[in-house]
């Protein structure tokens, strides 16, 4: 790293320390004191903002061996939890810091104290008013206890919580966050915040630096769903687990009851206790029940829900973490970007759709020591109680200071882009001060996150997602700007190679508008005249084979293959290329390859064939040309094969489409194969 980069950073080091005296914490201290006690860093940062948050080494020195010494005495690691049982008997009382979670037992509530290692500890009443999240999850706390023989259990009971203090920011000043906001410039607020989740922004391109910032958003912007598919080992969930004291992360399966609460009212669910709740292997919720994921659609698109005879309503935010298997280009050409999602999610259109941002996960590096920074950063506890302060307030309405949103953008869409603005917009610009330049970027930002959403609904084949052109007008000038998403390259999933005899493209769309594009690749061998299908090929797909095949066998010397197929069979399998599993029917497309396969004569390359038949050879029109048409030209078709009762469909299909793709006409199945065969 250079000196410049050096001095610059102490500079703004300084600069925080004097301005948020006391409310900062050198990053550098956290590793060291996290490696040898295994507490969230926000209880760590608590201590070391209290004890050794200075400019000044003897000072920092001095309240280190403060924090190592709290620890040493007052946190108890979960193997001494007898120890620290005995020193409260012992001496009566014992001030400690731990985790307290409560129950409800038969008509008492219990708390059970974590690392002390018992469940029946006494709490008064009032805590568990106050602290709601001890009833789900618990909190971190600076625990007074005090050791009294219980008459009633005959001591089966005797640890009584005198005082509870969370550990947490006592008060928290907007106004003054404000204020102090301005001092900085744009770019050292930056930096500064991406060294309070313990980053060093030296080295990161501007672009990263923002990425980190998105998955601050859901704590600072109520019901915001968000959605992090990446490689392992780059800190997906870390900012959840260990950032804030008012986010929970489940790692495994949960209930409706948990996460929604109980049918008698009796306890609340996690979503409306804590700000966010985060699934950190979002293919655990394979095995959860499908009234979870039912109940999470519901929520995530209005923030209520209906529990028994009430409509319930929450403010958590959602985060899905999980892990990518292959390398973004292999899964942007071959299938799409939710593909590592359970299928429960993935193959619901309607729940991806609800998900405001999907943050680039492959663009995150995986974490490597020289990018932990050793600079000053907020106590993350301090930017916990910013963010959760901000989350009162609305700043959707900045975004039509300047532009306006383009016309690809549904409601949906609207509402996705002005919440992950406006959550950025808090981030950033807490005091509501920004330039046009400064907002265009967070905008941009916003656009590419609900776009790369829009983007993956529209690989999976359904038409209503089919407007992906975001952009946004300014004002002033009247000028459009386009915006796009980095990873998104051509999907030419339409070879415009040769193919091989007996491989062919063909599409159908169902009653909804769901499009399918496929492969039907058919081989000859020694045989007898029969037909084997591929496993995969079945329902609507399998019967509109048989139908061809029958009619091939009726209609043979009509193409010219009576005697190759007398001695052959036909293999045939269907190749999903959109993996969205609609069932075509794909007749005219199987006649075809297996007049090609039968021939040794291949057909021409970029070419889509539509259209099904009967068993008489009577040509089906599909129900629509326009979806399965778009699909082909936007994966690199140049021609296609369609039913001459169609042709009055034609009027319906853009100027765009037809000039990119060549119709060519056909009444019967013999004149589609001559078409693009050639031959008698």
């Not at 061996?65 to 939890?81: F, G, K, M, P, W």
Request: proline fraction near 4%; include cysteine; hydrophobic fraction near 40%.
């Amino acid at each position: 790293m250079s000196n410049t980069a050096i001095s610059t950073r102490e500079a703004l080091g300084e600069k925080a320390n004097r301005l948020f005296a006391g409310k900062v914490v050198r990053k550098d201290l956290v590793r060291k004191v996290k490696v040898g006690a295994n507490v969230p860093v926000f209880v760590l940062e608590y201590l070391l903002g209290k004890y050794a948050a200075s400019a000044d080494d003897l000072t920092i020195q001095m309240g280190l061996q403060v924090v190592n010494d709290t620890l040493a005495n007052n946190y108890i690691r979960a193997d001494e939890s007898m120890k620290a049982q005995a020193a409260v008997k012992e001496r009566g009382r014992h001030t400690f810091i731990d985790k307290v979670k409560v129950r409800l037992v038969d008509s008492d509530y219990w708390a059970e104290v974590t690392n002390f290692g018992h469940k029946y500890v006494h709490i008064p009443q009032h805590y568990i008013r106050e602290y709601e999240r001890l009833l789900t999850g618990g909190i971190w706390a600076q625990i007074d206890m005090r050791f009294e023989y219980d008459e009633e259990s005959r001591g089966k009971n005797p640890f009584w919580i005198d005082r509870l203090t969370p550990i947490q920011i006592a008060t928290f000043e907007l106004e003054e966050y404000r204020r102090i906001r301005r001092e900085f410039s744009s770019d050292e607020w930056l930096d500064l915040l991406v060294r309070s989740c313990g980053y060093e922004p030296d080295e990161m391109p501007r672009r990263l630096k923002l990425l980190f910032l998105l998955r601050l958003i859901p704590f600072a912007e109520r019901n915001f769903n968000l959605v992090e598919l990446g490689p392992r080992g780059t800190g997906k969930s870390y900012i959840v687990q260990e950032v804030s004291p008012y986010a929970a992360l489940l790692t495994g399966g949960t209930t409706v009851a948990n996460l929604f609460g109980h049918l008698s009212g009796r306890q609340k669910g996690m979503v409306q206790i804590w700000d966010v709740v985060g699934f950190d292997e979002v293919a655990d919720l394979q095995k959860m029940p499908k009234e979870v994921i039912t109940t999470m659609k519901t929520y995530c698109e209005s923030g209520t829900f209906q529990r028994g005879q009430e409509a319930v309503s929450g403010d958590a935010s959602i985060a899905l973490f999980g892990n990518t298997n292959q390398p973004v280009d292999v899964m942007v050409q071959s299938s799409h970007l939710f593909a590592p999602m359970p299928a429960i999610i993935r193959d619901d259109m309607a729940f991806i759709d609800r998900i405001h941002c999907y943050l680039p996960g492959w663009e995150m590096p995986k974490m490597r020591n020289e990018l932990f920074t050793d600079g000053y950063g907020f106590v993350v506890d301090y930017l916990a109680e910013a963010l959760r302060e901000l989350r009162k307030h609305n700043f959707t309405e900045a975004v039509d200071r300047h532009f306006s949103l383009g016309s690809h953008l549904n409601a949906r869409d609207r509402k996705a882009v002005r919440k992950c603005f406006s959550g950025l917009m808090k981030i950033l610009y807490p005091h509501g001060e920004a330039t046009q330049e400064e907002l265009a970027e967070i905008l941009e930002l916003a656009l590419e996150g609900r776009r790369r959403v829009k983007e993956q609904l529209k690989k999976m084949g359904s038409f209503e997602y089919y407007h992906t052109s975001f952009s946004y007008t300014l004002q002033e000038t009247g000028e459009e700007q386009f915006v796009g998403v980095p990873e998104q390259g051509g999907r030419d999933l339409i070879s415009a190679d040769p193919l091989p005899p007996g491989t062919v493209y063909s599409a159908g769309v169902t009653a909804d508008g769901t499009v399918g594009l496929y492969r039907v690749e058919v081989s000859v061998s020694d045989g007898t005249g029969k037909l084997k299908l591929a496993g995969g090929v079945a329902g609507a797909t399998k019967e509109s084979v048989q139908r061809a095949f029958s009619f091939l066998q009726a209609r043979n010397a009509d193409v010219s293959v009576a005697r190759d197929l007398a001695t052959s069979d036909l293999h045939v399998e269907v190749i999903d290329l959109l993996a969205n599993r609609v069932e075509a029917d794909l007749g005219i497309a199987f006649f075809v390859a297996a007049c090609s396969a039968l021939r040794n004569a291949p057909v021409s390359p970029a070419l889509l064939i539509l259209g099904d038949m009967s068993v008489q050879g009577n040509i089906k029109p599909l129900r629509s040309l326009t979806e399965p048409l778009q699909i082909a030209k936007d994966n690199g078709a140049k021609r296609a094969l369609i039913p001459i009762e169609n042709k009055r469909n034609f009027l319906d299909v853009s100027a765009e489409i037809m000039e990119h793709v060549d119709p060519v006409f056909y009444g019967d199945p013999r004149t589609a194969a001559m078409k693009v065969l050639g031959g008698p």
